[in-house]
């Protein structure tokens, strides 16, 4: 190989990725198999139709249904995975989304959030999407005295974003998480084992497709105002995220850990003026 190849190559790596049956994940997921990794999907939703993608592509994935906020859940497919796979290298943690209960707007105020909805969001987010999958995966990193975490933060950690109360606090949590977990891990286990996050910007996904478009799939107010603010000018791609995946993932960022990276278009850059 190249030296950029050698540099980039995932090769021999065992890829897991929660959430698999996203739109995200799905891009992601085809970046990490064509740098080389060996690809597990996990997902309380049908994987067929990914995994059938992935294939044709001639990647090699494989998948389970995993629910992230069930810990024996998680365990058990760790167990499958290093039996039929082999020890998981890289931990993608995908799953997460928010819910419109959740989230403040003409039909409820702040006040009448119910506690039950913002429960779940943090819960999803922070707890299912973060902590109980590196709680169980980086077990196997630690046995083999390497490995690599990305989480997934958002610009509401950032600035706290209008509306989106529990999804924002759950992804501020998230980040949080994300550098305690990259200091834990160095200190106590090995500085091998890097843990990072991504923060993407505003990409249509139906978590959030009805906040930004309306019925007739025009921009909503709430839409405008974000492209007037990203210098770029679009939506993200689920495409723009691969690239700086495949770098935390691999050797290019082998002294790199503890960092929250936007990927936004320059949202988090511009202050308005």
């Given at each position: ?16 990725l929660?959430g ?5 994940a799905?891009a992601i997921?085809r970046?990490?198999?064509r ?6 999907l ?13 294939q044709?592509?001639?990647l090699?994935?494989?998948g ?12 058990a497919v ?10 998981v290298s ?19 105020s702040?006040f009448?959030?119910?506690?039950e ?15 109980l ?21 958002s ?8 509306r ?8 501020a949590?998230v ?8 200091v834990?891990l ?7 084992i ?5 923060a ?6 139906q ?21 007037e ?26 002294f ?5 990276v ?5 949202f988090?850059?511009y202050a308005g003026?």
């Amino acid at each position: 190989m190249s030296y950029l190849e050698t540099l980039f190559s995932l090769k021999g790596k065992v890829a897991l990725l929660t959430g698999g049956a996203g739109v995200l994940a799905g891009a992601i997921a085809r970046g990490l198999g064509r740098a080389g990794a060996c690809l597990v999907l996990t997902d309380i939703s049908p994987l067929e139709e990914r995994l059938a993608e992935l294939q044709a592509e001639g990647l090699e994935a494989c998948g389970y249904r995993m629910d992230v906020l069930n810990r024996a859940e998680i365990e058990a497919v760790a167990q499958r995975v290093r039996q039929e796979v082999g020890p998981v290298s890289i931990l993608i943690n995908l799953a997460g989304g928010n819910m419109p209960e959740a989230t403040v707007g003409p039909e409820r105020s702040f006040f009448d959030l119910p506690l039950e909805a913002l429960e779940k969001v943090v819960a999803l987010n922070l707890f299912g999407g973060a902590i109980l999958p590196s709680q169980v995966f980086a077990r196997q990193m630690v046995e083999v005295g390497e490995g690599v975490i990305i989480n997934v933060s958002s610009m509401a950690a950032f600035r706290p974003l209008t509306r989106v109360v529990g999804y924002a606090a759950a992804k501020a949590a998230v980040s949080n998480f994300t550098q305690w977990l990259a200091v834990h891990l160095a200190q106590e286990y090995s500085p091998k084992i890097r843990v990072n996050a991504i923060a993407p910007g505003f990409f249509l996904t139906q978590q959030n497709r009805y906040l930004l478009l309306d019925e007739q799939g025009n921009l909503t107010p709430r839409g405008r105002a974000i492209i007037e603010h990203t210098p770029m000018g679009r939506f993200g791609d689920p495409e723009d995220l691969i690239g700086t995946v495949i770098w935390l993932a691999s050797p290019a960022s082998a002294f790199v850990t503890g960092v929250v990276v936007p990927i936004d278009g320059g949202f988090n850059a511009y202050a308005g003026v």
